[in-house]
Structures are given as structure tokens and as C-alpha cells.
């Protein structure tokens, strides 16, 4: 990842990052549009597109700000692509009525869809941790959640009212059961994680 | 995986081994595959897990200012583009027409719509001319009254369709009407590239004096291969 050439877009990205105003609304002004286009002209309304679009920067901004996303491809194709294949699962999914879907865009080149998959991957993986995050105990979801919001393991162990080795090892043991049943869906769905 | 491996992993993320535990542990990880991918699942989570709830309180910020932004931008362009129905078409129609007969059966157009003037360049750089210069001025700060007598000397030496043109038009807006018709008549009868300007200001001539019928008589002189044909037609079309 260190050699690979950031795009100059990147702005978009690290603006996403920092909640910029300024940053956010010309995505609306200047990508956003074609978006809206594309989701009317498939089956879809306004609303529907702003909520893809939505839930499309929503991601990017934890993707930016857990991973540091950087782009290497130009933000105009890489948001579009990323709308137009969320809009079209969205509508497999709910789709048994018939719907009709303009396919004659251009398939995008490849640093954009290498980049879209990238951030699809994120976007799975992240959901998959949530899930199985709801699995855990409720001692655990509590203790996890306090130990990576306060940091501070003495004062998590305050808190709890246990001893600062214990929250040390259950810390661990907590991450490791949430290890384990991810492990165990990889090699149910085969699906490459890591 | 047993639980052992799970404290490990913790510690050596803490950095909390020694530096032979920590070498053993490197050692374990490159020759156990299995060891490394529950490690590196292991180190993901503790990512995930540290922006899940590290940056909770930025998401919402960041969620909340999105909202907003979306909505101000959607509901601008929503506004814009009010869907209508067949009905409402039908009714927007009869008051566009009820409108347009109303504005158009007691306003005739008016010569100020269609006098957009050009601005006179007869002086170049060098050029001595005084008498020249000064109608030019005058002419461009549409003090057509302080231009006529400079344009009169200019044609008094050396007469030039050109000049002639800007001439008569200062005339016609000074409301010479008179002289300007006589000097657009003469440039209407020769051959030089404003003819066909020359007819065009006759026929505002005749606007300007409410004399449509005349006007637009005048107008259906002027061939379709005029450079501002679209202004006839628009004339024409107001005259109807």
C-alpha cells in the first residue's frame, strides 16, 4: 500500500474524515446528481437515492477514518460505481417484481473497481464484526465497549468493579470468542476475510 | 485456539512480553498458519472495535451534518422539478394564454426593445481625426445629440456609409426622424454591408413613430440572410 499513487481526489476522502462542510456539499453538488440520475432511471425515486447515497458516505467516512482509505482512482467513478452496485443489490433484493435496469454504462477500468471491491469487503467485514459483537455475553459487550471508549483499563476496571488483571484477560477472552466464531463462518462461507 | 492464545495475543498487542516472549510469539505466528489468521482476525477486531466506540460520538456528528446538508440540497432541487399532471398542464396553459392575450392585445412592441445599438470603433490607434473622435465618444455614451453635429462635420469632408449609418441612427434617436429616414434610404439604395442595417433601422423608424403597419412592411423587405434575421422575425412575430 506505501507505493501505490494517491489520487489527488483523496481531499474527498480525508474531507468525509473530518466532517467538512464544505467538502461534503460539493460531492453533493458535483457527483451526487448523476447519481440521482441513474437510480430514477432504474426503478428507483429520489428518496431511495438519497438514502443509498447516504448510507454510501457513511461507510466511506468509517472506512477513511478506521483503515485510512486512500484512493487511487478518480472520486467521480469510484462513488458512482459504488452507488449504482449498492442500489442494484438493494433492488435483487427486494425484487421479484419485474425491474428494468439500464446497463449501458461503461464498465468502469480497473484501479476503480479494484477499489470499489475494497471498500465493499470493508463494508461486509464490518458488518459481520457487528453481528457477531450482538453474540457476545452482555459482560462482554459492556466490557469491550467500555475498554475501547475510555481506554483507560484502571478505570474500566473502577467501573466494573473488578480488579485491572481481570479486565486485562476478559478483554482478550471477549476479542478471542468474536476470533473464533468469525474463523468458524470463513470456513463456512469461504469467504476470504483476510 | 484456546484461551491461551487469545491472552497472548493481547499481551503482544499491549506490548506487555518480554523480548524473548515476543520472539517466541514471531517465531509461532511464521510457522503457524492457522495461529496467524486467527491473529490477524484477532488484531482487525481490535481495529474495529476501537473506531466502533473510539469515534461514536464523530460518526453522529458526521451522520447528523450529512442529514442536513442532503436535505438542504434535495429539498432546493425537489422544488425545481414539481411534477405535474395532465390536468395541471391543461390549466397552466389557459393561464399562460389568458396572460398572453392580455399582455399582447394592448402592448404593442416598442422601439426601445429592439434599438440594442453597437458601439461605434471608427478610430485607430494614430488617428487624428478630432471631429471622428468626438462623434465616436459621444455616440458610444448615447449622448446622440452632442454626436450628430461631429458626424455632420465628418461627412462633410469624407462621407462613408459607415458614418452615414451611425449618422442616421443618432438622428432617429434624437427623434430626427425626418433626416434619419433620408439617410438610411440613401444607405438602403446603395450596395455597401449596411444595406440591409439601413433597411432595418427604417423599419424602427416607422416602430418608433407607432407606425406599425408601415414598420411592418419594411420588415418583409430585409432578406432572410441578414445578420440579425432573428430579430425581424421576432418583430414580425409582435407585430402579428
Same mark, same amino acid.
Given at each position: 500500500?506505501?507505493?501505490?499513487?494517491?489520487?489527488?481526489?483523496?481531499?474527498?476522502?480525508?474531507? *468525509?474524515?473530518?466532517?467538512?462542510?464544505?467538502?461534503?456539499?460539493?460531492?453533493?453538488?458535483?457527483?451526487?446528481?448523476?447519481?440521482?440520475?441513474?437510480?430514477?432511471?432504474?426503478? =428507483?425515486?429520489?428518496?431511495?437515492?438519497?438514502?443509498?447515497?447516504?448510507?454510501?458516505?457513511?461507510?466511506?467516512?468509517?472506512?477513511?477514518?478506521?483503515?485510512?482509505?486512500?484512493?487511487?482512482?478518480? $472520486?467521480?467513478?469510484?462513488?458512482?460505481?459504488?452507488?449504482?452496485?449498492?442500489? #442494484?443489490?438493494?433492488?435483487?433484493?427486494?425484487?421479484?417484481? =419485474?425491474?428494468?435496469?439500464?446497463?449501458?454504462?461503461?464498465?468502469?477500468?480497473?484501479?476503480?473497481?479494484?477499489?470499489?471491491?475494497?471498500?465493499?469487503?470493508?463494508?461486509?467485514?464490518?458488518?459481520?464484526?457487528?453481528? &457477531?459483537?450482538?453474540? #457476545?455475553?452482555?459482560?462482554?459487550?459492556?466490557?469491550?465497549?467500555?475498554?475501547?471508549?475510555?481506554?483507560?483499563?484502571?478505570?474500566?476496571?473502577?467501573?466494573?468493579?473488578?480488579?485491572?488483571?481481570?479486565?486485562?484477560?476478559?478483554?482478550?477472552?471477549?476479542? =478471542?470468542?468474536?476470533?473464533?466464531?468469525?474463523?468458524?463462518?470463513?470456513?463456512?462461507?469461504?469467504?476470504?476475510?483476510? | &485456539?484456546?484461551?491461551?492464545?487469545?491472552?497472548?495475543?493481547?499481551?503482544?498487542?499491549?506490548?506487555?512480553?518480554?523480548?524473548?516472549?515476543?520472539?517466541?510469539?514471531?517465531?509461532?505466528?511464521?510457522?503457524?498458519?492457522?495461529?496467524?489468521?486467527?491473529?490477524?482476525?484477532?488484531?482487525?477486531?481490535?481495529?474495529?472495535?476501537?473506531?466502533?466506540? =473510539?469515534?461514536?460520538?464523530?460518526?453522529?456528528?458526521?451522520?447528523?451534518?450529512?442529514?442536513?446538508?442532503?436535505?438542504?440540497?434535495?429539498?432546493?432541487?425537489?422544488?425545481?422539478?414539481?411534477?405535474?399532471?395532465?390536468?395541471?398542464?391543461?390549466?397552466?396553459?389557459?393561464?399562460?394564454?389568458?396572460?398572453?392575450? $392580455?399582455?399582447?392585445?394592448?402592448?404593442?412592441?416598442?422601439?426601445?426593445?429592439?434599438?440594442?445599438?453597437? &458601439?461605434?470603433?471608427?478610430?485607430?490607434?494614430?488617428?487624428?481625426?478630432?471631429?471622428?473622435? *468626438?462623434?465616436?465618444?459621444?455616440?458610444?455614451?448615447?449622448?446622440?445629440?452632442?454626436?450628430?453635429?461631429?458626424?455632420?462635420?465628418?461627412?462633410?469632408?469624407?462621407?462613408?456609409?459607415?458614418?452615414?449609418? $451611425?449618422?442616421?441612427?443618432?438622428?432617429?434617436?434624437?427623434?430626427?426622424?425626418?433626416?434619419?429616414?433620408?439617410?438610411?434610404?440613401?444607405?438602403?439604395?446603395?450596395?455597401?454591408?449596411?444595406?440591409?442595417?439601413?433597411?432595418?433601422?427604417?423599419?424602427?423608424?416607422?416602430?418608433?413613430?407607432?407606425?406599425?403597419?408601415?414598420?411592418?412592411?419594411?420588415?418583409?423587405?430585409?432578406?432572410?440572410?441578414?445578420?440579425?434575421?432573428?430579430?425581424?422575425?421576432?418583430?414580425?412575430?409582435?407585430?402579428?
Amino acid at each position: 500500500m506505501a507505493t501505490t499513487t494517491i489520487h489527488p481526489d483523496q481531499i474527498y476522502i480525508d474531507g *468525509l474524515a473530518n466532517n467538512d462542510s464544505a467538502i461534503i456539499q460539493s460531492i453533493y453538488k458535483k457527483f451526487v446528481p448523476k447519481v440521482v440520475h441513474y437510480i430514477r432511471n432504474n426503478s =428507483g425515486d429520489e428518496d431511495k437515492a438519497q438514502d443509498v447515497i447516504q448510507e454510501i458516505m457513511i461507510l466511506l467516512f468509517n472506512q477513511a477514518k478506521a483503515k485510512k482509505l486512500q484512493l487511487t482512482c478518480p $472520486f467521480d467513478a469510484y462513488f458512482f460505481l459504488l452507488c449504482k452496485r449498492k442500489w #442494484l443489490n438493494e433492488i435483487k433484493k427486494s425484487s421479484n417484481k =419485474g425491474v428494468t435496469i439500464d446497463e449501458d454504462f461503461p464498465s468502469s477500468n480497473e484501479p476503480t473497481e479494484e477499489m470499489v471491491t475494497e471498500t465493499e469487503v470493508f463494508d461486509e467485514k464490518q458488518k459481520l464484526f457487528d453481528l &457477531m459483537f450482538l453474540k #457476545l455475553g452482555d459482560k462482554c459487550q459492556e466490557l469491550l465497549k467500555l475498554s475501547f471508549t475510555i481506554k483507560s483499563m484502571e478505570e474500566v476496571a473502577e467501573k466494573l468493579n473488578v480488579t485491572y488483571g481481570y479486565v486485562r484477560k476478559k478483554k482478550s477472552l471477549c476479542v =478471542g470468542q468474536l476470533t473464533q466464531w468469525i474463523q468458524e463462518t470463513n470456513r463456512f462461507k469461504s469467504l476470504k476475510i483476510t | &485456539m484456546n484461551e491461551e492464545h487469545y491472552i497472548l495475543f493481547g499481551q503482544y498487542l499491549e506490548n506487555e512480553l518480554s523480548a524473548e516472549e515476543r520472539t517466541n510469539f514471531e517465531k509461532q505466528l511464521a510457522e503457524d498458519q492457522e495461529l496467524a489468521s486467527a491473529f490477524e482476525i484477532f488484531k482487525e477486531l481490535n481495529l474495529h472495535l476501537e473506531h466502533k466506540f =473510539g469515534n461514536i460520538t464523530e460518526l453522529n456528528a458526521f451522520k447528523k451534518n450529512l442529514k442536513s446538508i442532503s436535505k438542504e440540497l434535495f429539498k432546493t432541487k425537489k422544488s425545481k422539478v414539481v411534477a405535474f399532471k395532465p390536468w395541471q398542464y391543461a390549466i397552466a396553459a389557459s393561464v399562460a394564454l389568458l396572460v398572453g392575450l $392580455f399582455v399582447f392585445q394592448n402592448i404593442n412592441p416598442s422601439y426601445d426593445d429592439y434599438n440594442n445599438t453597437e &458601439m461605434a470603433t471608427f478610430i485607430e490607434r494614430g488617428d487624428v481625426n478630432v471631429n471622428l473622435k *468626438l462623434a465616436q465618444d459621444a455616440f458610444n455614451a448615447k449622448n446622440y445629440k452632442a454626436a450628430i453635429p461631429h458626424f455632420e462635420a465628418v461627412l462633410n469632408s469624407t462621407k462613408s456609409p459607415e458614418i452615414q449609418y $451611425f449618422y442616421a441612427v443618432s438622428l432617429l434617436e434624437d427623434n430626427q426622424f425626418q433626416k434619419a429616414e433620408t439617410n438610411l434610404s440613401e444607405l438602403k439604395s446603395g450596395t455597401s454591408i449596411f444595406k440591409n442595417k439601413a433597411i432595418w433601422y427604417l423599419a424602427l423608424t416607422k416602430l418608433k413613430q407607432k407606425d406599425y403597419k408601415s414598420c411592418k412592411k419594411i420588415l418583409l423587405t430585409i432578406p432572410d440572410d441578414y445578420e440579425d434575421y432573428d430579430q425581424v422575425q421576432q418583430l414580425l412575430n409582435e407585430l402579428d
